[in-house]
């Protein structure tokens, strides 16, 4: 059973920090691509950020020089570094890995998401 373990998430003033992290565990083969994606009440889920094995990231604009995703693939882990908050950065935050089987069938996985208020 293959599943993503999120943390990190809580309550933060504007302009402040958090670090969310998310790891995954069970029965892996092979991760490529991983991410966070967000979701405000009554909007879509967004992505935020990703990552590719091989290190190379994207952001959304709304994020860009603000939030930082890395990975550590020893662990099967990635994070998502979240600096200069701002209160529209709210949302439930969504761990992602696309995850491969040895007949290289791809699956996605989804973390079970974690709050992020940024409120004084």
Known sequence: QTQLVESGGGLVQPGGSLRLSCAASGSIFSIHDMG??????????????AITRGGRTDYADSVKGRFTISRDNTKN??????????????AVYYCYAAIFSPD????DYWGQGTQVTVSS
């Open 36 to 49: 966070w994606y967000r979701q405000a009440p009554g909007k879509q889920r967004d992505l935020v950020a």
């Open 77 to 90: 882990a990635v994070y998502l570094q979240m600096d200069s908050l701002k209160p529209e950065d709210t």
């Open 104 to 107: 290289s069938i791809k699956y």
